[in-house]
């Protein structure tokens, strides 16, 4: 079982940025791929980003160029740096874990999420 949990949401101004994190206290974090995922008031779950146990990261159209997500597995952790944040960002923003980098949702584990809220 992983347990993960997201932090580091809140309020931004657009224009800001924000790094979340996902931690978990799995022995065995570094054997996971990590995406991140994020779904506002009546939209469905979308993908962000995610990045594999070798570093290998993808992105999602709507955040590339502005997202960027590292992992430090001595602290099993994994960033999700995001700036220019525009208020179309604003979502609770969930992490997962799994045995293999996807865009699907096709994650073994998900955390509770963080709640990234941008204003114009």
């Known amino acids: 079982q992983v347990q993960l949990v997201e932090s580091g949401g809140g309020l931004v101004q657009a224009g800001g940025s924000l790094r979340l994190a996902c931690t978990t206290s799995?022995?065995?974090?570094?054997?996971?791929?990590i995406g991140w995922f994020r779904q506002a008031p009546g939209k469905e779950r979308e993908f962000v980003g995610a990045?594999?146990?070798?570093?290998?990261?993808v992105y999602a159209d709507s955040v590339k160029g502005r997202s960027t997500i590292g992992r430090d597995n001595a602290k099993n952790t994994v960033y999700l740096q995001m700036n220019e944040l525009k208020p179309e960002d604003t979502a609770n923003y969930f992490c997962?874990?799994?045995?293999?980098?996807?865009?699907?949702?096709?994650?073994?584990?998900w955390g509770q999420g963080t709640q990234v809220t941008v204003s114009s």
């Open positions: 997962a874990a799994g045995p293999r980098i996807t865009t699907t949702e096709a994650y073994d584990y």
């Open positions: 799995g022995r065995t974090f570094g054997n996971y791929a």
């Open positions: 990045i594999s146990r070798w570093m290998a990261t």
